[in-house]
């Protein structure tokens, strides 16, 4: 830049490509305008910080009692805004390294690094946040003095074109720090107003370590105290809840909270919630699901989706780091390396806490898996990293249930006989229809404990869950199932004799037709007459009752259908087959009895058309009743 050759009062002309970035910040990096205030505040937070390090040694400096505060004074008339701090201050030298040049690395090599990439892959190791002020002025002046009690003051003035100016300013300020002095746009003289100031301070600054104040307020505006930066020890229950309050204007407690403050491997502090509802109330601050994000305790996002998987997206709270990779204008952080380390340690966090609230709080974990088992579910299918954390979280009804107990796998494995080999499960739409399931029948007579899977997302969910601790998962409807024999058999005195059950078999072919696969005697089946199951072992018809719900023209799948030979009405059935007798109820009672099937496997596409059919049958059943 062309510089004067003494230190008087003059224009300076910025460089080709100084102007060239100014036009650049200006007019492409920034995509939220009030961002310029929060730039400006963490610029003076830096130069309170700086002057905080230098008393720790020094007291020879101006003002030395002076609070260490930040102040912005607004006139609405005027159409200005001015920032001023009690910092350590700039000579005329520095405002010219400072303010003249962008950056230290030099503009030339910012601008070669533009050539090469977006702004915003551009890591935010520049100086420019300080000329985001031009989005919104149209003059700027910035007054400072060193703290060196030598000092001159210095103005520094400039209106976003091709030149500043550098002029004496003794008389404007005789204390050491900065004023930042804005003329603002037409379309800027919203930020005139006290109220958005406040607004802005709140939202992005409320952590800044100095107080902030507006207008004549002598109290400071912002928290200044980050709750995540203390130690866990340090936090109350009751301070915890009142910054989760603040943070989402959620009145009821959340069920638990997870707080990380740890510099290795990665620099990071945290303090995370679980909210006791998975859905927004209307008063609710949080209208998108994310962390808040801050980097030094300046907010950098407010919903960031990048810190922890999807299927955690519930969770409320903030991360702080001075690790961050951020972008240049410090809204956005580049996708690198250190951010999967931070979602792995922040997954893994949160994921223990859950955990631990399973084991010392039964009751709260209960509630928990009530609201957020879903999203469980939903990681144990797409997150393959995450889960074996997730299996000992998940928790399912089961045969040995009852109520609103629930069993986790763990308890499952614990209480099996020392020959069974699998953990088994059903599926189904709820866990009344699932527990009169005739697939039931075997287990519930040898006592082997089958779990209740009758949430949509089971479905999805067993794609992740093949084994648990070495034991497969296997599916009672499954057809290549290996079972021992029933330790209490009935053998043949109770079964349907052969010849009228071969006769009932192959009138439940023709009656059925092409909607069965197969007609066969049951080995499994003790108090249920029949049973629907798959043709082959594949799992994809465990997708079917999804498909009923999702697909407009779904096709009933072809099932095979196993009959109890020894069922009453089995050997009814057959009997009346063998003699030719009221064949017109045998058909009735054969298609009630696959519809029965078809609806206790969630699959009938119409129960109500059953009820005719069922008239039907109850009218000949009273017909041929005798009246005592």
Known sequence: MT???????????????????????????????????????????????????????????????????????????????????????????????????????????????????????????????????????????????????????????????????????DAERAERGTSIHIKLKEDAHEFANTWRLEQIVHKHSDFVSFPIYVGDKAEAVNRQTALWRQSASEITDEAAEAFYKQLTLDFEKPLARAHLNTDAPVQIYSLLFIPAKSERGMLSLRKDHGLKLYARKILIQE??????????????????????????????????????????????????????????????????????????????????????????????????????????????????????????????????????????????????????????????????????????????????????ERKEKEKEKNEAPQAEFDSLVARFKSKLGERITEVRASERLVDSPIRLVSPDASKDHEMDRVRRMLEKDFSIPKKVMEINRAHPLIKNLAALTANAQSEATVDDCIEQLYENGLLLEGLHPNPAEMVGRIQTLMEAATRNSKIQ
Do not use: C
């Open 303 to 484: 919903y960031s989706k990048d810190l922890l998987p999807n299927f955690l997206r519930f969770v409320e709270g903030v991360v702080d780091s001075e690790d961050l990779p951020l972008n240049v204008s410090r809204e956005t952080v580049q996708a690198n390396r250190l951010m999967e380390r931070l979602k792995t340690i922040l997954t893994r966090k949160v994921l223990d806490t859950l955990k631990d609230l399973a084991a010392t709080d039964g009751d709260k974990y209960r509630a928990f898996w009530k609201e957020y088992g879903p999203y469980l579910k939903e990681g144990l299918a797409t997150d393959a990293g995450s889960r074996d954390k997730l299996q000992p979280l998940l928790r399912f009804p089961s045969s040995r249930t009852t109520g609103d107990d629930l069993t986790a796998l763990a308890d499952y494995t614990g209480r099996m006989a020392p020959e069974q080999r699998a953990i088994y499960y059903i599926l189904g739409s709820d866990v009344k229809s699932v527990s009169h399931s005739p697939h039931l029948d075997y287990f519930r007579q040898e006592n082997i404990e089958v779990l209740y899977l009758v949430d949509t997302l089971d479905t999805f969910m067993l794609a992740g869950l093949q084994t648990y601790e070495g034991f497969q998962l296997k599916n009672v409807d499954d057809p290549a199932l290996e079972l021992p």
């Open 3 to 169: 510089m004067p050759s003494s230190s008087a009062p003059g224009p300076i002309a910025f460089r080709a490509e100084i102007r060239q970035l100014l036009d650049i910040l200006i007019h492409s990096l920034y995509t939220d305008r009030e961002i310029f205030l929060r730039e400006l505040i963490s610029n003076a937070s830096d130069a309170l910080n700086r002057l905080q390090f230098e008393m720790l040694t020094n007291r020879a400096m101006l003002n030395p009692e002076a609070e260490l505060a930040i102040r912005l004074t607004a006139d609405k008339d005027a159409h200005t805004l001015t920032l001023s701090d009690t910092g350590i201050g700039m000579t005329r030298e520095e405002l010219i390294e400072n303010l003249g040049t962008i950056a230290h690395s030099g503009a030339a090599d910012f601008l070669k690094s533009l050539a090469d990439k977006p702004v915003t892959d551009i890591i935010g190791q520049f100086g420019v946040g300080f000329y985001s002020v031009f989005m919104v002025a149209e003059e700027v002046r910035v007054t400072s003095r060193s703290y060196r009690p030598e000092a001159e003051a210095w103005t520094w003035v400039a209106t976003g074109g091709d030149n500043y100016s550098l002029e004496p300013a």
